[in-house]
């Protein structure tokens, strides 16, 4: 994670911070999900019936897209410097905008949105975060995540 002194954190706000590389969401994944969350419904885990729908394949959870946020996030947003640890502070809005089909490449998009000091050594950051579906015009999602930083 890029660093910068406490007292240039409030300098990035509202700038794009960059975007991930690139990750496919095959089916393999969609299955993994399905079993750690007990989710089976078909549009994610049979590629028949699934065909069938206005989707014309299996799409991943919205919740499994939403869970590679800290992964895809942890090299772009930017941390004070001399953090000790980052917690994941939840998630301010989710929007759904379309859903991933399976084998389609994504990335995240990330821009700070804030950055405040709740208590000394402790700053909360949020983050509009993006996941831009490789060819298409409309992301996956826009969520707006918080993360606490302690230094």
């Not at 989710?94 to 950055?115: C, E, G, H």
């Amino acid at each position: 994670m890029p660093s910068v002194p406490v007292a240039q954190l409030k300098d990035y706000v509202g700038k794009e911070l960059g975007r991930s590389a690139w990750l496919t969401i095959d089916q393999e994944r969609i299955n993994l999900f399905a079993e750690a969350t007990g989710d089976h419904q078909f549009i994610h885990v049979d590629p028949v019936k699934a065909a069938q729908t206005p989707f014309g394949s299996t799409i991943a959870h919205g919740f499994l897209s939403l869970s590679l946020l800290p992964k895809l996030i942890e090299d772009i947003l930017i941390m004070p410097e001399g953090v000790k640890m980052v917690v994941n502070y939840g998630l301010d809005t989710v929007r759904f905008i379309q859903p991933v089909k399976v084998n389609s490449k994504v990335r995240l998009a990330v821009t700070l949105t804030d950055a405040t000091e709740k208590k000394p050594g402790q700053w909360l950051l949020k983050a509009t975060c993006t996941l831009e579906i490789e060819g298409q015009e409309k992301p996956g999602y826009i969520a707006e995540s918080l993360s606490l930083c302690f230094v």
